[in-house]
């Protein structure tokens, strides 16, 4: 892996995860524009994306691996905006579809060009 990435993954691991209850308060003051509310919740799901990336980085995209985490981070802030408990998925769970989805098509998209 990158000096980057290794450094990357490193400062993420140290965010501290929330529990199911403070996930749940972030989610309802995000529904009311809460930006701060936000950027808690997305710092603590960059485990989420970092975890990923290092999935897809050990299959020929090692020098892909920065790009692959702006594009789950990317997809991670739609996932935060786009959620609903209407989707009758736990966040988690649509973040991890949503995050994945974006990174395997941008390898997708590099292998098959």
């Known amino acids: 892996?990158?000096?980057?990435?290794?450094?990357?993954?490193?400062?993420?691991?140290?965010?501290?995860?929330?529990?199911?209850?403070?996930q749940e308060v972030l989610?309802?003051?995000?529904?009311?524009?809460?930006?701060?509310?936000?950027?808690?919740?997305a710092?603590?799901?960059?485990?989420?994306v970092a975890d990923i990336a290092k999935e897809y980085s050990h299959f020929r995209f090692e020098d892909l691996a920065i790009e692959m985490l702006a594009r789950g981070n990317d997809a991670l802030v739609e996932a935060i905006d786009s959620y609903s408990r209407e989707h009758d998925i736990s966040f988690h769970?649509?973040?991890?579809?949503?995050?994945?989805?974006?990174i395997f098509d941008y390898c997708k998209d590099i292998f098959v060009d």
């Open 93 to 102: 769970d649509y973040a991890e579809n949503k995050v994945g989805k974006a």
């Open 43 to 48: 710092e603590s799901y960059l485990k989420l």
């Open 27 to 41: 989610l309802e003051c995000i529904r009311k524009g809460d930006e701060a509310a936000k950027k808690t919740l």
């Open 1 to 22: 892996m990158s000096g980057e990435f290794d450094y990357y993954i490193d400062g993420v691991y140290k965010i501290p995860s929330l529990s199911n209850e403070e």
